[in-house]
């Protein structure tokens, strides 16, 4: 047993306007009302704060899909992290396949993003993950010990102790595929042991490791029942309360 408590986190993308967005988050608060896990849900940039005043006192927590690495500037169409933050946000994803390959952006450009992140206060969820190709061509652990050592280089075990890390293979992204029990236990042990060699035991063990592609009802529970697994980044299925809940309480 350890002490992490789950995180079940919503990554709505590109949906719901912010009418449709205020009626999901209203819908979803009336549902919520666990202790654990701990449910996140990041809608678009341009419903945030309306979001927040409704989930504020609730135990649901806000987070964005995407953030700046400057704090302020001419940088049309962007968002900061003290932005985010005003708007109630505690987390944010970074460094999703579909910034990754649709959007280019490369390993110091998230490393960049962390970083402005962590300075803020907000928690950022990194994501990683290979694609098929890599998997095939046995390079996931080459693929993922880059992005890590990318992302995180230069950074202390203090300054990192609120990562979120989401192993999240390209593959089994809006494809229905899921990684089988054994490769998600086999990356999220590595990932875990990755931690231990880079910083130290106790880092390890409190960082918390989620999945995601393709999470849904029906494979929550099995996931979730793995050592090395402390959540879910869920996608498709977040996108309805009803099913979003569903497998936030999966165990209960």
């Known amino acids: 047993m350890n002490d992490r408590i789950p995180l079940i986190a919503g990554n709505w993308k590109m949906y719901k306007t912010l009418p449709e967005a205020v009626e999901m988050a209203r819908k979803l608060a009336g549902m ?29 927590a806000l987070g964005a899909q995407n953030v700046f690495w400057e704090n302020e500037g001419a940088f049309t169409g962007e968002i900061s992290s003290g932005m985010l933050k005003s708007a109630g ?9 579909e910034r ?32 098929e190709i890599q998997r095939d ?30 192993y999240e293979p390209v593959w089994a992204i809006g494809t229905g595929k899921t990684a089988s029990i054994d490769q998600i236990q086999e990356i999220h042990g590595f990932l875990r042991q990755w931690l231990t060699k880079r910083y130290d035991n106790t880092l390890a063990n409190s960082i918390r490791i989620l999945y995601g592609g393709s999470v849904k009802l029906q494979n929550i529970a099995n996931i979730m029942a793995l050592p090395d697994v402390d959540g879910a980044l869920v996608g498709g299925a977040s996108l309805q309360p009803e099913s979003f809940y569903s497998i936030i309480s999966y165990n209960h």
């Open 89 to 97: 946000c505690r987390y944010v994803i970074i460094g999703h396949s």
């Open 32 to 60: 919520v009302n666990l202790s654990k896990p701990e449910v996140m849900i990041a809608p678009p940039f341009i419903s945030l704060a309306s979001v927040f005043d409704v989930i504020r006192a609730t135990p649901i």
């Open 100 to 131: 990754r390959q649709i959007f280019s952006e490369s390993d110091e450009a998230i490393h960049k993003k962390v970083d402005a992140a962590l300075a803020s206060g907000l928690s950022p969820i990194l994501c990683i993950g290979e694609t």
């Open 137 to 166: 061509e046995n390079q996931a652990s080459a693929v993922l010990d880059r992005q890590l050592q990318m992302a995180l280089n230069g950074f202390s075990a203090s300054q990192i102790k609120p990562l979120v890390i989401a």
